[in-house]
Nanobody
Framework: QVHLVESGGGLVQAGNSLRLSCAAS????????MGWFRQAPGKEREFVAA????????FYADSVKGRFTIARNNAENTMYLQMNSLKPEDTAVYYC??????????????????WGQGTQVTVSS
């Protein structure tokens, strides 16, 4: 069982930056990937970025490529999402997910079997 806790959300003006953190505890030795997803009001949860645990290879949604960077700290079992040049359309609740299996695409919610509680990111224009 993996327990995930997100932090770092808040209210920022467009063009500014935020860094989200996701701390993992529990069965972290079995993790194969972690990812960030976001959900805006009235919309489905959508993929933002993911990192493969074996080699730290990264994957991004087109909407955030070049602005967001996903990274991990092995020693602390923590994943980060550095968000630069934020836009109002980035406003959403951001969730981190963890996977302990090898099935499913990194951009699909079905890949991840553990989720955090979410952290709100609001970008004002």
């Amino acid at each position: 069982q993996v327990h995930l806790v997100e932090s770092g959300g808040g209210l920022v003006q467009a063009g500014n930056s935020l860094r989200l953190s996701c701390a993992a505890s529990g069965g972290t030795s079995s993790m194969t990937a972690m990812g960030w997803f976001r959900q805006a009001p009235g919309k489905e949860r959508e993929f933002v970025a993911a990192i493969r645990w074996s080699d730290s290879d990264t994957f991004y949604a087109d909407s955030v490529k070049g602005r967001f960077t996903i990274a991990r700290n092995n020693a602390e079992n923590t994943m980060y999402l550095q968000m630069n040049s934020l836009k109002p359309e980035d406003t959403a609740v951001y969730y981190c997910g963890a996977s302990d299996n090898y099935g499913g695409a990194y951009f699909s919610t079905h890949r991840y079997n553990y989720w955090g509680q979410g952290t709100q990111v609001t970008v004002s224009s």
